[in-house]
């Protein structure tokens, strides 16, 4: 609805209205989708589901950044949008006729007594973590290109290194969920993505190996946070609190997704354009990550 009515706008007042409805709508998928993996998928192989499932957003924002704009060249705006409007109605239909909620879980959650949702000191740690990994992945894909152009990359090339945060979790998310799934650690893989994350973002600032290199492995280090963050939801919250839980996380991403450009951006406001400075800030909150991650009590863990 959102979607049809941003097409036929010709105010800008409506395009924001629809674009709110749209946002509306996304905010309830981004917390349905996952809580729909949990209810599939036990303990023993959410790590692989959610390896796979956490493909979805780079894969979609490399898919949408590159064809968009390339329609963008041949067809105006409104014909691109009606695109999406038929990709989203396919989706739409699938989930209608194919989608299925296991009736196992729906009957004992049924026959269970509920009690009241807590918020708890992991689930507050874990939402902690997912918003510092928001906020520096927003922070590096805004400013990354102009970072990379800094020297003399063209735009394109620029663009691409930028990309490689989102470009390499496509290939190796599933492979993480498996490993996860095959030997029982959690936080212990999370903790590796910080560190590479760290030094990578501290790294990329010097002449210490390529920009190449380096990009690469700030993709590597953040493709752990997704599969790590919604792998150990469930084991800090009750399963009738996992949609709770997802709401937390979600208001956590958007609230790091806020700060993190404008506090990136500001820094760069007052030192002159230094992104030395601005990487390692983003360094240290990486570091940070790794000390809260030391607060998140699972259920069942092997560290």
């Known amino acids: 609805m959102g979607l049809v009515g941003f097409s036929l706008s010709s105010s800008y007042i409506l395009l924001l209205l629809y674009r709110l409805l749209s946002g509306a709508g996304a905010t309830i998928l981004v917390i349905l989708a996952p809580l729909l993996v949990t209810m599939h998928f036990g303990r ?5 589901a959610m390896g796979i499932f956490n493909i979805a957003v780079p894969l979609g924002t490399v898919v949408s950044v590159n064809l ?3 329609l963008g060249l041949f067809m105006n705006w409104r014909s691109v949008i009606g695109i999406i409007i038929g990709f989203v ?30 918020f708890g000191s992991s689930l507050a740690f874990l939402g902690v973590v997912w918003m510092i990994v928001n906020g520096q992945l927003l922070a590096y894909t805004t400013f990354g290109s102009q970072f990379f152009q800094s020297y003399n990359m063209s735009i394109q090339e620029a663009g691409f290194l930028t990309s490689m945060i989102m470009l390499v979790p496509i290939f190796i998310t599933p492979f993480i969920g498996v490993i996860i799934d095959k030997t029982g650690h959690k ?4 903790l590796l993505g910080f560190l590479v994350m760290a030094v990578a973002l501290f790294s990329i600032v010097t002449t210490w190996l390529s920009l190449t290199f380096w990009a690469v492995a700030i993709g590597i280090g953040f493709s752990f946070a997704p599969v790590v963050v919604f792998s150990v939801l469930p084991d800090v919250v009750k399963p009738e609190h996992t949609g709770m839980g997802l709401a937390v996380l979600t208001a956590a991403s958007n609230l790091g997704i806020t700060i993190g450009p404008v506090g990136f951006g500001s820094i760069l406001d007052m030192t002159s354009g230094n992104f030395s400075i601005g990487f390692q800030v983003l ?3 990486s570091v940070l990550g790794i000390f809260i991650l030391f607060g998140i009590k699972q259920n069942t863990e092997r560290l």
């Open 283 to 285: 360094s240290m909150f």
């Open 68 to 70: 968009f704009g390339y």
């Open 89 to 118: 109605s396919m989706v739409l239909l699938v989930v209608i006729f194919f989608l299925i909620i296991p009736p196992r879980k729906v009957e004992k959650e049924s026959t269970t007594p509920k009690s009241r949702f807590k």
């Open 44 to 48: 023993k192989n959410i790590g692989t």
């Open 187 to 190: 936080k212990i893989y999370l």
